[in-house]
Each structure stands twice: as C-alpha cells, then as structure tokens.
C-alpha cells in the first residue's frame, strides 16, 4: 500500500509540476545589456592641398558636425578676405556598401581653397 501511495504522490507531483512549467509564456523577459559597442573610427588621410579625407568611417557623415579652428595667432595667418574657414564636402563613397569614404576641402568664406595655414579640424557624429 505504501509503494502505491509513493507512485501516486510522485505521479501527482509531476503531473502538477509539468504543468506550472507549460503555463510560462514563451517569448517574454528582459535582456539587459551594459557596455557599449565600439567601432573602428575612420582613416583620415591629410593632403597637401586644402583637402582632407576620411576613409573606412563605418558610417556616413551626414548629420554630423564638422568644425575647423585655426591653432596659430590671428596675426600669422588669416584667411582671403578675413573670414572664417570652413568644411566643404566634395564626395562621399561606399565602395563595398558597409563602410564610407568622404573628402573635404578647407575654404574661405568666398569658397576658395585655404592654401597656408595650421587647423584644428574636428568632426563630430550625432
């Protein structure tokens, strides 16, 4: 009688446990994720011209912030006109679709090339 209350009761117990498994919704939770994801930044490559480029940047610059400043004294260097420089975009391309290249040129406030000058170029994704 008693083997026969074992079976029962663990027969009872499974039956009852199976089913408080199979009543958990599938599909729900939380996953949490600390950290960040990091990518390789781009390869600038700077020419001899007024023309810098960036090359491999694993995204397109559009929407981002692209500031020059000058790093000497006012008194040596300026630009045609006295005014500012700034960042003209000639080309954007992605050769294999997953990373960009893009090529820009200094300018004057009149949109000629600076050809002399030291400058503090710095770009900034949004």
């Excluded at 995204?59 to 004294?73: D, F, H, I, K, W």
């Amino acid at each position: 009688m008693s083997i026969n209350r074992l079976a029962i009761g663990a027969s009872l117990f499974f039956a009852l446990n199976s089913g408080s498994q199979a009543a958990v919704p599938l599909g729900q939770g939380v996953i949490q994720f600390h950290g960040s994801v990091v990518e390789s930044s781009c390869i600038a490559h700077v020419n001899m011209s007024s023309s810098f480029e960036l090359q491999r940047c694993p995204q397109p610059m559009l929407g981002t912030a692209v500031n020059v400043r000058t790093v000497e004294s006012t008194r040596s260097v300026s630009a045609a006109g006295h005014s500012s420089v700034k960042v003209k975009l000639l080309a954007v391309s992605s050769p294999d679709g997953r990373y960009y290249n893009q090529r820009f040129e200094l300018v004057d406030g009149s949109g000629k090339p600076v050809q002399s000058g030291r400058y503090l170029i710095t770009v900034t994704w949004l």
